[in-house]
């Protein structure tokens, strides 16, 4: 099994739609989780970071379910200018983070 | 908002040639990393970077690479002798309070050897 799995997708929706991705892992002992975002041939910009308590910001909420090992990113009333692959990342009390290989998002107008 | 820099943005280089690539860290961090993205697959860790010393590296960081912090700004990865598999994006990282925090990249160097 992979350490960090994710959907490729593309995840094609329109705009105004939810969106939901999944990242699983698969060491237990992970101790932080992220979400990054990155844009064609750029660098990964985080998103934000996934809490136990799950997390908000905006238009995006994170989740982390520690029983089943996978977090998941929910995107509101997508926009044009989310379409973007995003990356899990996770971290076990190690400086590396462990990047799935991103899932992709497209909205449509 | 801090960033992290990197130079150059794009280096071309002959196989069997030395490369360095350069990082300035956001600025109250102490946490250095290197990256690296084939094209098309995923982002990968090289090594971290601590109190001027390796603190982790990943397999991938051979005897070929090597990191440094010439002072007390700047972050390089050097590369001493290039093969073709060494093409990629690398990304340099940082982070103010280590394990298990967040890490801010940079915008990444593309390294093509020919």
């Known amino acids: 099994r992979k350490e960090v799995e994710q959907d490729p997708g593309p995840f094609n929706v329109p705009e105004g739609a939810t969106v939901a991705f999944n990242c699983t892992y698969s060491?237990?002992?992970?101790?932080?989780f992220f979400w990054y975002r990155q844009d064609c041939r750029k660098e990964p910009k985080l998103l934000m970071s996934?809490?136990?308590s799950g997390n908000e910001d905006g238009r995006f909420t994170a989740q982390l379910n520690r029983a089943s090992q996978y977090i998941s990113l929910l995107i509101r009333d997508s926009k044009l200018s989310d379409s973007a692959t995003y990356l899990c990342?996770?971290?076990?009390?190690?400086?590396?983070?462990?990047f799935g290989t991103g899932t992709r998002l497209q909205v449509f107008p | 908002e801090p960033e992290v820099t990197q130079t150059p943005s794009h280096q071309v280089t002959q196989m069997g040639q030395e490369v360095i690539l350069r990082c300035v860290p956001i600025?109250?961090?102490?946490?250095f990393y290197w990256y690296r993205q084939i094209l098309g697959q995923k982002v990968e860790f090289l090594v971290s970077?601590?109190?001027?010393?390796?603190?982790?590296k990943s397999e991938i960081f051979d005897d070929q690479f090597s990191v440094e912090r010439p002072d007390g700004s700047n972050f390089t990865l050097k590369i001493r002798s290039t093969k073709l598999e060494d093409s990629a994006m690398y990304f340099c990282?940082?982070?103010?309070?280590?394990?298990?925090?967040?890490?801010?990249f940079g915008p990444g160097t593309r390294l093509t050897v020919t």
């Open positions: 990282a940082s982070s103010n309070r280590g394990v298990n925090y967040e890490q801010y």
């Open positions: 060491n237990s002992a992970s101790q932080s």
């Open positions: 996934v809490y136990s």
């Open positions: 990342a996770v971290n076990w009390n190690t400086d590396k983070l462990i």
């Open positions: 600025s109250n961090h102490l946490y």
């Open positions: 970077f601590y109190n001027n010393e390796i603190s982790e």
